[in-house]
């Protein structure tokens, strides 16, 4: 492990966890690579910055946030949703660090820049936080849904902010995405990804889970569910919370293999899991970037599953080179700065006690992956009357969820199913579930433990 971050930034520390023995002639190589920033994050707006004109972007380097809150016609029922929207923006606004450029947009079947308007944005201060909640007052509901739209105003208000470091975006809906085409909405998101990072917020239960988490995994950013409207405004602001903390943006994890060797795919698994495989993008010969979005003080652990050339018993190769990327600072060069990096190995050998055990990470992780997939299926099952097949899927998940000690997970699925046994995940389907339980489940499947570290 080496580390090659300056003294003044963020530091980044690489750690891989496998099991590099192979049999003879053994190709697949597994392992978990954890990657740690710490030193960044933590700051806080302390009001010591100017209150910033309106249209000017923030110093490069600084952050960008736009808030997207759906305004259709849909919000106004009941009309608390409205009203508890407008709150937690205001608190978000509110939670904004001086000097971050920032702009709200009113999203319906169309997209409007309600402020600070004209294609510009803000840059936050005393002033601009006052003009800003005067002009939430003024949001009313009425309208259709085309998330798509509201995504590409906010890319193109990013646009303007050329050497911001973070740019962030937080996107609050109530309700299906039902005035665009699916393949529009999947273009929009294919525009912004790496243009921005975006997290995804339903509120009530009428909004489709896939909408909302497919917005968040396509811009690397975190959904989630708030049921109950009151709950936006203490959401909002810790959302708002965390895109302040970040320090560092578009970070890649960079994968190097020898000649022979092909990476067969690359999934965060914590926090969460997401899969990052066909995000990858040419960075030199035999090496490929993967992309991360920004980062804070925080720990994130990623799978890798390498395939190499064939070998005899006593020979090792380095399989892959597992780097933390970052573009370099204005006026350093063009090149990216290597934040950090570990290395996976693979070494034959015929001892087969060594070569058939699973490195307790790598294990802890396939199986955080399968429990998703558990409850994502369990659930689909459920919805479409096939009962007995979501018995055992969602058995199998409160069994993956006790095993692995993930009790956030185990207490959302005793919402949807009586659990019997829950090291044989033996359950029965409760007769009834709350559309909020249900969609909470989903919408939090992806969400992970960490491994306990001896």
């Known amino acids: 492990m080496a580390n090659f971050a300056k003294p003044s930034a963020p530091r980044f520390d690489v750690e891989v966890y496998q099991n590099e023995y192979l049999p003879e002639g053994g190709r697949d190589v597994s392992a978990i690579v954890t990657v740690t920033s710490t030193g960044g994050g933590s700051v806080t707006r302390t009001g010591a910055g100017g209150a910033g004109a309106a249209g000017t972007a923030g110093p490069a380097g600084g952050s960008a946030v736009v808030i997207m809150v759906d305004c259709s016609g849909s919000m106004d029922y009941p009309p608390e949703k409205m009203r508890n929207a407008r709150e937690a923006t205001a608190a978000a606004v509110d939670t904004l660090r001086d000097g971050t450029s920032f702009a709200v947009v009113a999203g319906t079947h169309v997209a409007r820049d309600v402020y600070p308007g004209g294609g510009r944005l803000a840059v936050a201060g005393p002033e601009t936080r006052a003009a800003a909640k005067e002009a939430l007052r003024r949001l009313s509901a009425g309208g259709g849904t085309a998330i798509g739209t509201w995504l590409r105003l906010a890319?193109?208000?990013?646009?303007?902010?050329d050497g911001t470091a973070i740019r962030h975006g937080i996107l609050l809906t109530d309700g299906r995405n039902e005035h665009e085409t699916p393949e529009a909405l999947a273009a929009a998101l294919e525009h912004c990804a790496g243009r921005f990072t975006c997290d995804a917020r339903g509120v009530g239960t009428d909004w489709e889970v896939k909408e909302v988490t497919g917005i968040a995994e396509a811009l690397l950013g975190r959904a989630d569910i708030v049921a109950d409207p009151a709950g936006l405004r203490a959401d909002f602001t810790a959302m708002m919370a965390r895109a302040?903390?970040?320090?560092?943006?578009?970070?890649?994890?960079?994968?190097?293999?020898?000649?022979?060797?092909?990476?067969?795919?690359?999934?965060?698994?914590?926090?969460?899991?997401?899969?990052?495989?066909?995000?990858?993008t040419e960075a030199g010969p035999r090496a490929g970037d993967y992309p991360t979005g920004s980062w804070g003080d925080e720990s994130r652990d990623y799978h890798v599953g390498v395939r190499v050339p064939g070998a005899g018993i006593g020979q090792e190769m380095l399989a892959a080179r597992a780097s933390l990327v970052a573009p370099a600072p204005a006026g350093e060069g063009a090149g990216p700065v290597v934040l950090s990096q570990g290395l996976v190995r693979a070494v034959w050998t015929d001892d087969l006690a060594a070569s058939t055990a699973m490195n307790p990470q790598v294990a802890h992780y396939t199986g955080q992956a399968e429990?998703?997939?558990a409850i994502q299926q369990g659930l689909e099952a459920r919805k479409s009357g096939d009962f007995d097949g979501a018995t055992a899927k969602l058995g199998r998940a409160v069994q993956l969820a006790s095993a692995s000690g993930n009790e956030d997970t185990a207490k959302l699925l005793a919402k949807v199913v009586d659990v019997v046994d829950a090291a044989t995940g033996t359950v029965r389907l409760k007769a009834k579930v709350t559309d909020a339980d249900e969609m909470t489940l989903e919408t939090r499947s992806t969400q992970t433990v960490r491994v306990k570290k001896s």
């Open 155 to 161: 890319e193109s208000l990013f646009a303007g902010t």
């Open 244 to 280: 302040m903390d970040k320090e560092v943006g578009d970070v890649a994890l960079r994968l190097w293999t020898p000649v022979g060797a092909e990476v067969l795919f690359v999934k965060q698994v914590a926090p969460s899991v997401v899969d990052l495989t066909d995000r990858r």
């Open 371 to 373: 429990l998703a997939r």
